[in-house]
């Protein structure tokens, strides 16, 4: 067996090398040994350099499998220590550190009171802007929903009905429209959501005008996806239907049917969580604390649900989140299903978690496995049940391997071999967006269900979870059809792009060059951009990144152990710039990885309890929290463009670090100016009032901001 280890050198300020690997050649025997595999290094000059694990190894010499049952990991020792069989952690209520973490959990900053201008009386503007679909994964689309936000500048649009979309040939394109911003000063709208269905061929552009003006469209007279009827939520899309209750319990997906008849068998759908003594907690024993249609219209739905996994006791194991997207004239729904470790103890140990969907009567799983390169595609057709296990061999290393469990007991482990993103019975369709990619995943089939697995509940070991870690991920449930034409919404959505001048002109995303603009105006520094750029898009070590959770633990182009950078704002800006649609994937991944894994999810509150680790690239838990290190304009960005609620919510509830430090009159140079810009930002984008209170207060503390180097750009930026 061999044994290794690598080690990764880091400064506060991206400094950071990997050591080479050290390993050496041992042979186990039924009595225990113990085996020394160590490394040092010089220190760095950085008097916050620190050594961390980057990844070590277990694994047979032949490439065969092996189950490793423990490991003890020891770092700032020279002689290793007794081994011991407990689980790392800490007692329970000793999870925060440090005190102020503790009052950002527990405290509430901000009442909710808004100020924004009133706008009921006010007239919006006319005219007209270009809209371009673009579609990006070589695959015609026919009446695909599509949405986006549009920026307006101040003062020219101030009723969502005051838009229609028209086809360039004059024809009108039904939409549905929602307010995503306000401005508090005059009440205009910042970014309104357009939403509608669209045709493309494939890798291909279509152009529409959006018009705006007084009164141009009537309010929406048509029936909406989403009612409530005798405590009950009603969703009827025109071609599936089925019921939502949570007075005792969550009862979701209940009588699932369609207009020809077919029916679902009710109670199946369910969320659950283990722990390691294999208890299960699940949805069903409480009501979710939230519960609430988030959007509705004619055309798009969006039923949203927050609660704990209880046991029949009431103990809870983590939190989930739910976000249901219906849409009109579709038997497919978009679920966006993700989990909040708010357990009070620094580490959580869990088995696995996931959601249990219903399905009708199937017989057989088909799907696709392939190497990493896609030379060596392998087509699967099994009897159900079956389960499917992704694993990460080496972690963040890039090797895989797929794990069949069969209905005849037997385990198939394909070596090198990712799973696709689509799984089908001769009924239905599972589809997902870089399944492969997101941390150990696993889908189990049976007759007449599936369930998608978080985390594994065999084949891995018990993930142990940091205090405020979350994870998401989004896939297809097509449960009557197996058509693969609603996977396309998933794996390659269609993208939503206004004209890039009117972009820029909005102001909405700051003032900024285009990348043809650089390149007239600024060709030396356009050349620096470009080649950074493409050394981020090529760089193999970057693109197949693997790990913990969401995009994982080296998942996000910053530096391993600091999110001491705007990557996420930067990637958003270079594909406003360009309008490549890589840096919006890009983006998307860097923003979502930053929003579950960077943020400290501590508690569920209107307005707060969460913060932005210093200092936390991946699934550490820090506990610290500071000023000059707190990063959400990607978040808020991300929000305006794509109408992503949680993105909204998450950036909002950060505040907490900023009304909590807000009244520190000595801070200067990046900690103030940082505080005031968050805020300024936070104000525009919610007006509660709160927010603007605390800039005037902190604004008045009158102390300097840094002029040159390193902090004298960010008092430039803020």
């Known amino acids: 067996v061999e044994v290794g280890v690598e080690p990764i050198f880091s400064g506060d300020h991206g400094g950071t090398s990997s050591l080479s690997p050290v390993q050496t050649i041992v042979r186990p025997s039924l009595d225990w040994q113990r085996f020394q595999v160590s490394t040092t290094m010089e220190k760095m000059k950085d008097s916050y350099a620190t050594?961390?694990?980057?990844?070590?190894?277990?694994?047979?010499?032949?490439?065969?499998?092996?189950?490793?049952?423990?490991?003890?990991?020891?770092?700032?020792?020279?002689?290793?220590?007794?081994?011991?069989?407990?689980?790392?952690?800490?007692?329970?209520?000793?999870?925060?550190g440090r005190n102020d973490i503790a009052s950002i959990i527990n405290n509430v900053y901000v009442d909710g009171e808004k100020e924004i201008a009133n706008w009921a009386n006010k007239q919006s503007k006319s005219g007209h802007i270009q809209l371009t679909v673009r579609e990006t994964g070589n695959k015609v689309r026919s009446e695909e929903p599509v949405w986006g936000g549009i920026p307006f500048p101040p003062d020219t649009l101030y009723h969502p009905e005051d838009v229609s979309l028209t086809r360039l040939d004059g024809t009108s394109v039904p939409i549905q429209a929602e307010v995503l911003a306000r401005r508090p000063q005059d009440g205009s709208i910042s970014s309104l959501l357009v939403d509608f269905q669209t045709d493309s061929q494939a890798n291909a552009t279509t152009t529409y005008t959006l018009t705006y003006g007084p009164s141009l469209r009537k309010p929406d007279q048509v029936p909406m996806i989403a009612k409530e009827q005798d405590g009950n939520l009603l969703i009827d899309t025109g071609v599936l239907t089925t019921t939502f209750n949570h007075s005792a319990g969550l009862k979701f997906f209940q009588d699932l049917k369609t207009p020809t008849?077919?029916?679902?068998?009710?109670?199946?759908?369910?969320?659950?969580?283990?722990?390691?003594?294999?208890?299960?907690?699940?949805?069903?024993?409480n009501s979710p604390t939230h519960f609430s249609i988030e959007r509705n219209g004619p055309l798009h739905a969006i039923i949203y649900v927050y609660g704990k996994h209880t046991n029949s006791a009431g103990a809870f194991l983590l939190n989930y989140e739910l976000r249901l997207h219906f849409f009109a004239g579709k038997s497919y729904v978009l679920v966006e299903y993700g989990f909040e470790n708010?357990?009070?103890?620094?580490?959580?140990?869990?088995?696995?978690?996931?959601?249990?969907?219903?399905?009708?009567?199937?017989?057989?799983?088909?799907?696709?496995?392939?190497?990493?390169?896609?030379?060596?595609?392998?087509?699967?057709?099994?009897?159900?049940?079956?389960?499917?296990?992704?694993?990460?061999?080496?972690?963040?290393?890039?090797?895989?391997?797929?794990?069949?469990?069969?209905?005849?007991?037997?385990?198939?482990?394909?070596?090198?071999?990712?799973?696709s993103n689509r799984f089908r019975t001769e009924k239905s369709l599972l589809a997902f967006r870089d399944f492969a990619r997101l941390s150990p995943k696993a889908v189990r089939?049976?007759?007449?269900?599936?369930?998608?697995?978080?985390?594994?509940?065999?084949?891995?070991?018990?993930?142990?979870?940091?205090?405020?870690?979350?994870?998401?991920?989004?896939?297809?449930?097509?449960?009557?059809?197996?058509?693969?034409?609603?996977?396309?919404?998933?794996?390659?959505?269609?993208?939503?792009?206004?004209?890039?001048?009117?972009?820029?002109?909005?102001?909405?995303?700051?003032?900024?060059?285009s990348d043809a603009e650089t390149a007239v105006y600024a060709p030396r520094f356009h050349r620096q951009l470009t080649d950074y750029y493409a050394g981020l898009k090529d760089d193999i070590l970057i693109k197949d990144t693997t790990g913990g959770f969401y995009y994982g633990a080296f998942g996000s182009p910053w530096f391993w152990t600091s999110n001491e950078t705007e990557a996420n704002r930067c990637l958003w800006l270079q594909y406003l710039r360009t309008y490549d649609p890589y840096w919006y994937d890009r983006a998307m991944a860097a923003t979502r990885h930053f929003r579950e894994n960077v943020i400290?999810?501590?508690?569920?509150?209107?307005?707060?309890?969460?913060?932005?680790?210093?200092?936390?690239?991946?699934?550490?838990?820090?506990?610290?929290?500071?000023?000059?290190?707190?990063?959400?304009?990607?978040?808020?960005?991300?929000?305006?463009?794509?109408?992503?609620?949680?993105?909204?919510?998450?950036?909002?509830?950060?505040?907490?670090?900023?009304?909590?430090?807000?009244?520190?009159?000595?801070?200067?140079?990046?900690?103030?100016?940082?505080?005031?810009m968050h805020l300024a930002e936070l104000y525009e984008l919610t007006g509660y009032k709160a927010f603007k209170d605390a800039y005037l207060t902190h604004y008045d503390f009158g102390q300097p901001s840094s002029l040159s180097g390193y902090y004298g750009s960010i008092s430039l930026d803020c």
């Not at 679902?264 to 283990?274: C, D, K, R, Y």
């Not at 007449?448 to 594994?456: A, G, K, N, R, Y």
């Not at 097509?478 to 820029?504: I, R």
């Not at 290190?629 to 463009?641: E, R």
């Open 51 to 96: 050594m961390s694990l980057y990844r070590c190894w277990i694994r047979t010499v032949d490439g065969s499998p092996i189950r490793v049952d423990g490991v003890q990991l020891e770092a700032g020792r020279t002689e290793a220590g007794a081994f011991s069989p407990e689980r790392a952690g800490m007692p329970e209520g000793e999870q925060f």
């Open 261 to 285: 008849g077919q029916t679902l068998q009710s109670g199946v759908a369910e969320l659950f969580a283990t722990d390691l003594s294999e208890e299960r907690y699940n949805s069903k024993h």
């Open 342 to 419: 708010q357990n009070p103890t620094f580490t959580t140990a869990v088995t696995s978690m996931g959601l249990t969907l219903p399905l009708p009567q199937s017989q057989n799983l088909s799907c696709t496995t392939r190497s990493k390169l896609g030379q060596d595609e392998r087509n699967h057709k099994l009897p159900l049940p079956v389960k499917l296990t992704q694993r990460h061999d080496l972690y963040s290393a890039g090797t895989y391997s797929t794990v069949f469990d069969q209905a005849d007991g037997s385990v198939d482990v394909q070596l090198n071999q990712l799973a």
């Open 445 to 513: 089939f049976t007759s007449d269900s599936v369930t998608i697995e978080m985390w594994p509940s065999a084949h891995v070991h018990a993930v142990d979870l940091p205090f405020g870690l979350a994870s998401q991920i989004s896939f297809l449930y097509q449960p009557f059809s197996d058509d693969e034409q609603g996977a396309n919404l998933v794996e390659s959505p269609l993208l939503l792009q206004p004209d890039m001048t009117w972009m820029s002109d909005s102001q909405v995303f700051t003032s900024y060059l």
């Open 600 to 676: 400290l999810h501590g508690s569920k509150k209107d307005i707060g309890g969460r913060s932005v680790h210093v200092h936390g690239g991946g699934i550490q838990t820090t506990g610290n929290v500071h000023t000059g290190h707190y990063w959400i304009t990607g978040l808020i960005w991300q929000y305006l463009l794509t109408g992503d609620k949680r993105s909204l919510e998450v950036a909002v509830d950060t505040s907490s670090v900023l009304m909590e430090k807000h009244t520190i009159k000595s801070y200067k140079g990046r900690e103030r100016a940082r505080l005031l």
